[in-house]
């Protein structure tokens, strides 16, 4: 059993329909590997971003949905990073995307 953390930078592109705006996220995840592979509920992860800065430049964008778009691009970004590097083993199918 090992633990591990990562600090990776992604990228979300928001596109405000006249503009699209590169956000960058700042994430902070870590994980438990066991044998070679990522134990399925060990992984934890922390974002950020500069939400005040984007709320008062874009008021038209709801910042809701906006989060929920920038999770989504955290965990897929995340869990391709843990398949470029090996450790998302699965036997069957997997949905990784909640």
């Known amino acids: 059993m090992v633990w591990l953390v990562e ?3 992604f990228y979300h592109s928001l596109d405000i329909g006249f503009e699209r705006v590169k956000i960058p ?8 590997v066991r044998q070679g592979s ?3 509920d060990s992984l934890s992860y ?3 971003f500069n939400k005040q800065v984007l709320a008062k430049r874009y008021p038209q964008a709801r910042m809701a949905s906006v989060e ?3 999770e989504k691009t955290v965990r ?6 843990l398949n470029d ?3 998302l ?5 997997a949905d990784f995307s909640e």
Do not use: A, M
């Open 7 to 9: 600090k990776k930078i």
């Open 25 to 32: 996220l700042r994430v902070k995840f870590e994980f438990e």
């Open 38 to 40: 990522l134990v399925s």
């Open 46 to 48: 922390e974002t950020l």
């Open 68 to 70: 929920k778009d920038l």
């Open 76 to 81: 897929r970004n995340i869990f391709g990073y």
């Open 85 to 87: 590097c090996g450790y």
């Open 89 to 93: 083993r699965v036997d069957g199918p």
